[in-house]
């Protein structure tokens, strides 16, 4: 009986050129860096310099994330890459009432400008890339990021990295959204607007398969949906006033690499392809830029375990492989201990020396698209291809993602198969090494990093003597701009530029967007 792949389809003992029946080389694989850039979106890739090794990490105080990524950029690391704790991630203070219990707890505290100076010390914003990991109040995260790198002496163009600023992935899979889907699309293509004009080098959203795999998405799922997704922002950004390559060669994706390393590296290409084909059929991009999909990659945290973690060092080193093959632009491999709790020092210098051991110790680097012409490879792009397109019609067929968020559908088919997973791991026909097989009786305990409660109190005090001491009058005046763009028609990052250099926080611009816009809440929720 043939295996079978994570997307449903059979894997075959062997491949050979009939399983290949109508494939032409020339026309679906082309050269890399040429479309559609199955083969990868430069032509040299790797040969020349490797990916960038971007460490995600953020914990704490601004103070404790700051040492953490110090620390990581002395250990080789050549990008950050920034959690945000949950009330950040969701508009709210360190003092609001939502916010108790949560404070640094996965990711970093961040509530005003003078935090972000804090985050950023001694960290040179005009070489260093950075990726926020932060979607519904993305651009205020990032203007807090302008403000900062403006009051060093540094210009606005020099600056480089990515928000992630994709809203509709947690209407599906993660829920930190705030605002209602219309209101949060014309964010999204303010902050395109914005970026082009302020900020040229910078990646103005990182659509999201990740979080929908972690959900339980197949690879199949995971292209479709998060390309379905990338068509609302196209269309949305049109719609606002932008020709498509005015802001098309700064979209950037971000995608899930698992253990089922030979359909990981597929699934890959076949995005490439597609995303290719839809810039420039469906939406008439010219601009080569436009028609790439470039995106980061981070290894599965789904499937870490918690049992016999130093195994989870096996697991990552194979996933970072799958992201490699499949020609990544950026990487993050998890710590080995993450399934316990926020990685220890040691454990992320450790998932950062996978990647350089990667890089420096094997061939990866020697040649471009090592698997290219693998019958394997090539049959499941195909495969993945082809049904993912698939899927990507039906969802436009309901009237394109936010309509079919609307009705559930992504959600629902996500969840499908996160239980049709969870039934073969729990009847033993999908083997987890240390958790259905294989396992130990007397695994050693181990110490997990846990973040101090204290710094809830500590970013309430910081939170109040930054209230008394700045302008109030100015602040005030600043909110009130806000509202007034956010009702109209306006760019809303400029007024909030503004609110925020005025030392308002971040609840406080959040509340007077909530203010305007109102909060979602979606159909099912009782």
């Given at each position: ?31 890399p ?24 990490a ?12 110090r ?7 050549t ?14 203070d ?8 949560e ?30 990991t ?72 990182s ?31 049109i ?6 390559d ?16 030979l ?18 059929d ?20 789904v ?27 950026s ?19 450790l ?6 051991v ?7 680097t020697?040649?471009?698209?090592p ?55 729990d ?13 130990d ?45 956010a ?19 971040v ?13 979602y ?6």
């Amino acid at each position: 009986m043939a295996r079978m792949s994570e997307s449903g389809e059979p894997i075959e003992p062997v491949y050979g050129p009939k399983a290949l029946d109508g494939f032409d080389p020339c026309r679906d694989l082309g050269e890399p860096g040429e479309f559609p850039y199955t083969r990868g979106v430069h032509p040299d890739m790797y040969v020349t310099r490797p990916w960038t090794m971007r460490q995600y990490a953020g914990f704490s105080t601004a103070a404790d994330s700051n040492r953490r990524y110090r620390q990581l950029i002395a250990a080789g690391g050549t990008g950050l890459s920034v959690a945000f704790d949950l009330p950040t991630q969701m508009g709210y203070d360190s003092d609001a009432p939502q916010a108790h219990g949560e404070v640094g707890k996965v990711g970093v505290a961040i509530d005003s400008i003078e935090d972000m100076h804090v985050l950023l010390d001694q960290i040179p914003l005009g070489t260093v890339s950075t990726s926020m990991t932060i979607n519904a109040p993305a651009a205020v995260l990032l203007l807090l990021y302008e403000l900062v790198a403006a009051e060093r002496g540094i210009e606005a163009s020099s600056l480089t990295g990515t928000i992630q600023n994709d809203i509709l992935k947690e209407y599906i899979a993660r829920g930190t959204y705030i605002y209602p889907p219309g209101p949060s699309l014309r964010l999204v293509a303010d902050t395109f607007a914005y970026c082009r004009a302020q900020i040229p080098r910078w990646n103005t959203i990182s659509i999201s398969g990740y979080h929908m795999a972690e959900a339980g998405a197949t690879p199949v799922q995971e292209v479709a949906f998060t390309l379905a997704n990338a068509k609302e922002y196209v269309r949305a950004a049109i719609a606002s006033g932008l020709a498509v390559d005015d802001f098309g060669p700064r979209l950037s994706f971000f995608f899930v690499a698992r253990t089922t390393l030979l359909e990981e590296v597929a699934k890959f290409r076949a995005a490439r392809w597609l995303w290719a084909h839809i810039m420039a059929d469906e939406f008439g991009a010219k601009n080569p830029k436009s028609q790439m999909l470039r995106f980061h990659t981070q290894t599965a945290g789904v499937q870490l375990t918690a049992q016999q973690p130093e195994v989870n060092l096996a697991r990552v080193t194979v996933q970072a492989l799958a992201a490699i093959l499949g020609g990544t632009q950026s990487l993050h491999t998890n710590a080995y201990d993450e399934a316990i709790a926020l990685p220890t020092e040691k454990a992320a210098k450790l998932a950062l020396r996978t990647q350089q051991v990667l890089a420096y110790e094997t061939d990866l680097t020697a040649t471009v698209d090592p698997l290219a012409g693998s019958y394997a490879v090539e049959s499941l792009t195909a495969d993945i291809r082809e049904r993912a397109a698939e899927l990507i019609a039906q969802i436009d067929h309901m009237g394109g993602a936010v309509a079919a968020i609307e009705q559930g559908f992504q959600k629902a088919e996500i969840e499908r198969s996160a239980y049709d997973v969870t039934r073969q791991i729990d009847a033993g026909d999908r083997v987890v090494v240390g958790v259905n097989r294989f396992t130990d009786t007397d695994d050693e305990a181990y110490a997990p990093l846990r973040v101090d409660p204290v710094i809830e109190r500590e970013q309430a005090e910081r939170l109040a003597r930054l209230r008394r001491t700045r302008d109030a009058a100015t602040v005030t005046r600043g909110l009130d701009a806000v509202r007034r763009a956010a009702a109209g028609t306006d760019n809303v990052l400029h007024p909030l530029r503004r609110a925020l250099a005025a030392r308002a926080t971040v609840g406080e611009v959040c509340d007077a967007l909530r203010d305007a816009w109102g909060t979602y809440r979606p159909a099912d929720a009782y």
